[in-house]
């Protein structure tokens, strides 16, 4: 039997839904633009003012919001509510740029763990569970986020926040953790330890993960699931959001219910702006109706992504989103063809090598390259240098077969990539050094 937090809303009439959302939206975009300058000169930019926006059908009608935007009006410019009604502050880590930085109200932060209260709930998580965390705590959002779910919910909450593998699987065996939040390749490396410390699913109690916060595949899923002995669900979210919690997936696993009562999705064409019909491939865009100290209006994620509201046999009624296929900009563009490293995982893991690899991208003479370093699970080990010759070459073979070009693959001994703990490096760009 499928399990709700909320079925009055998760399971709401498409109608009554749309209702709801007419209501939210015009009161945000009036607090919006009473509040905070910086979205009142964009409006007036725009020539949009609130009386413009009568209900969701409006919405193409407001100006789009970006990451530019976000770091333009650092720290504060965004806010709109009194410093003083805030209680607590999110951050991303800021590798590329200043960071963002996200606000929160009391209320906001109880929306927030609500929807990661429905993301637990939707994985079979209840009061009898434990729920261990091994997101990362403190300014990144993955940990609190899941933790204040799990406390709604009711679980025995274990606040791990990543790293300290051997603990965490000690920790997991004593207290019997039944439920494991962290992001896939964290739960990739847990899985790989486990068995380093000869012992099997059969010494834990774990029977679901939920798994987010970086890119993943269908193949790591199920080899995910394989080590861990689980069911592996995808949870979605960014920091300007609130967090993990924008949406998740339910048993049906074919994509993220978008909890549509607090956040509005678009998909558009990330050259023109313009709004695509569902089902294409575009850039996901999201507009909260709810958040009270740090609203966005139509914000643009970079994230690639299709929507669709066909039946879900879990009877949410709540749109979907497919997995995103990596950010507008994660994606290398070697040679003139664009490339997600999610492809060459893909093609990684049906090989049956290690989800553990590095994709090192340069430019010689004017000539893009890519070199693929791939670890081998010590059964593909060999001490011929013909029969490793031959597996680098089926295995680039079988990459050129996926993306278009001829990688330069190399198979490294086991262990030698590094492990993450959080958010996996897969890339690493050096043309952009050179730049
Ligand atoms: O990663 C929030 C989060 C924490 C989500 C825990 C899920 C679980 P940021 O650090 O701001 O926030 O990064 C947000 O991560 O725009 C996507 O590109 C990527 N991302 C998040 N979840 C997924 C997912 C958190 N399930 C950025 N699949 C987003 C693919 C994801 N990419």
């Known amino acids: ?75 504060y410019g965004l806010l709109a509510k009194p410093l003083s009604e805030c209680t607590e502050i999110h951050s991303t880590s800021g590798t590329t740029g200043k960071r963002v930085v996200a606000f929160y ?11 990661c209260a429905r993301a637990i709930t939707a994985v079979g998580g209840t009061k009898d569970d434990v729920c261990q965390v091994c997101y990362g705590y403190g300014l990144f959002t ?42 896939p390749s964290y739960a990739a490396y847990i899985g790989e330890t486990l068995h380093d410390m000869g012992l099997t699913t059969d010494d834990i109690k ?32 960014l920091t300007e959001t609130s967090g993990p919690g924008v949406s ?25 702006g313009e709004v695509l019909p569902e089902g294409s491939v575009g850039e996901l865009v999201f507009t909260s109706i709810t958040k009270e100290a740090f609203p966005l209006l139509r914000y643009r994620t970079r994230d690639l992504c299709v929507l669709s509201r066909k039946k879900c046999s879990c ?6 989103m497919a997995k995103p296929m990596g950010r507008s900009d994660d994606m290398m563009i070697i040679r003139g063809v664009n490339v997600f490293p999610s492809q060459i995982e893909a093609v990684l893991i049906e090989q049956g090598y290690s989800p553990n690899y590095l994709i090192e991208v340069d430019r ?38 996926m993306i278009g070009i001829n990688p330069k693959v190399h198979l490294v001994t086991p262990k ?20």
């Open 206 to 237: 774990l029977k679901a993960g939920i798994f987010g916060a970086e890119p993943w595949t269908e193949e790591m899923r199920r080899s995910i699931e394989k080590s861990l002995g689980i069911k592996a669900y995808d949870i979605y979210g």
């Open 1 to 75: 039997m499928e399990n709700y937090w909320n079925q009055e809303i998760e399971c709401m009439s498409r109608e009554d839904m749309k209702k709801l959302q007419d209501e939210r939206l015009v009161a945000q975009v009036k607090h919006v633009y009473e509040n905070v300058k910086y979205y009142r000169d964009l409006m007036d930019e725009k020539g949009v003012t609130p009386d413009d926006i009568r209900s969701t059908d409006d919405l193409h009608k407001l100006p789009f919001l970006t990451k530019a935007d976000l770091r333009d009006a650092y720290p």
């Open 416 to 435: 030698s990539i590094t492990r993450s703990e959080g958010k996996a490096v897969r890339v690493i760009d050096r043309r952009k050094l050179h730049d």
């Open 315 to 320: 009877g949410r009624t709540l749109i979907k």
């Open 364 to 401: 010689v003479n004017n000539n893009d390259t890519i070199d693929v370093s791939v670890e081998m699970n010590p059964d593909q080990l060999s001490d011929k240098v013909k029969d490793m010759q031959k597996q680098e070459r089926l295995l680039a073979e079988a990459m050129k077969a």
């Open 105 to 115: 109200t009391k209320n906001d932060i109880d929306l927030w763990h609500d929807c």
């Open 248 to 272: 998740f997936e339910c048993s049906e696993q074919t994509g993220m219910h978008i909890n549509e009562d607090h956040f509005i999705p678009e998909i558009i064409d990330p050259d023109t």
């Open 142 to 183: 993955g940990g609190p986020g899941l933790d204040g779910g799990s406390h709604k919910v009711g679980c025995l909450t274990l606040p791990m926040s990543s790293g300290n593998t051997e603990r965490q699987i000690q920790f997991m065996r004593d207290m019997g953790a039944t439920i494991i939040c962290c992001t």
